[in-house]
């Protein structure tokens, strides 16, 4: 991957939901996507596998694999037009699905114990891996890190997953909300569900972040935390596995920051420093 980067679908036997060192070592190592090879079952589950085997190698048939060691870009890249001064931001949301993985992780491993905020983080993952991945998330981080549980109130310095097949949302009292809605855009949990309830609480106050991913999913939400005056940031084509979400937002025109990957950690703090007022 250091010399001649490719895009890699790993199928093996070795990369069941329990596997979690194998399944996040290879990622982390450059591959873009995993999928279990089957251990038997009922002959009725094989159109379903072997569909998901195709949908899979499309999708990374169409990636350009990046190399271990990225470019460095100069400068906060790209930024549109929007509020001067905002206000005090109160809740970070995160968004993202091929990719995904490695961009929360280095995002996440580089904020402080004591992050300003919570952070509701979304990442579209095959059920049976999300505890994995906040197993592995965790390892790397200094920030709390758990699956969220309806009705409780979300703490600064702890980031906070959906439980699989629910949305995660804020109420309007603040607690969180595990809903079990239709999906949106093909997705349950959604980056979308997160960020408009995100906007609907904290309006300004909000800060959404969306990264590479397949399709829409987010876009809209985004939309409605740039219009409540949030701040919306958006991975760069450059660093993204695939550019399908953040794309989709930008051409909505809900993107204010559009970044590299290894910016988006060191502006976060400054978001939220005390000194930022409306």
Request: contains cysteine; charged residues 15%.
């Amino acid at each position: 991957m250091a010399r001649f980067p490719r895009p890699i679908l790993v199928v093996s036997a070795a990369v069941q939901p329990e596997d979690t060192h194998n399944v996040f070592s290879l990622l982390e190592a450059g591959a873009i996507d995993i999928l279990p090879k089957p251990r038997g079952g009922l002959a009725a589950d094989e159109p379903q596998i072997a569909q998901e085997l195709i949908r899979k190698i499309k999708l990374i048939s169409g990636v350009m694999a990046l190399t271990r060691r990225q470019r460095m870009g100069p400068g906060l890249g790209q930024s549109q037009d929007g509020p001067a001064s905002p206000p005090r931001p109160r809740i970070v949301a995160i968004g993202a699905s091929t990719g995904g993985p490695q961009a929360l992780r280095t995002i996440l491993a580089q904020l402080p114990a004591n992050f300003a905020a919570p952070i509701l983080c979304v990442q579209h993952i095959s059920d049976g891996f999300l505890g994995g991945l906040v197993s592995w998330l965790a390892s790397h981080c200094s920030m709390s890190m758990k699956i969220a549980q309806a009705g409780e109130a979300p703490l600064a310095g702890t980031i906070y997953f959906p439980q699989e097949g629910t949305h995660l949302e804020i109420d309007q009292g603040g607690k969180l909300a595990c809903s079990h809605k239709a999906p949106i855009d093909g997705h349950r949990p959604s980056v979308t569900a997160t960020f408009k309830s995100v906007a609907d609480y904290c309006g300004g106050g909000a800060i959404g972040i969306l990264l590479t991913g397949m399709g829409s999913d987010g876009a809209q939400g985004m939309q409605e935390i740039y219009a409540a005056g949030g701040i919306t940031i958006a991975q760069n084509e450059e660093t993204s596995i695939v550019f399908g979400m953040p794309k989709q937002a930008i051409a909505l025109g809900a993107v204010k920051y559009v970044l590299p990957l290894h910016k988006i950690p060191s502006l976060l703090p400054e978001l939220l420093a005390p000194t930022r007022r409306g």
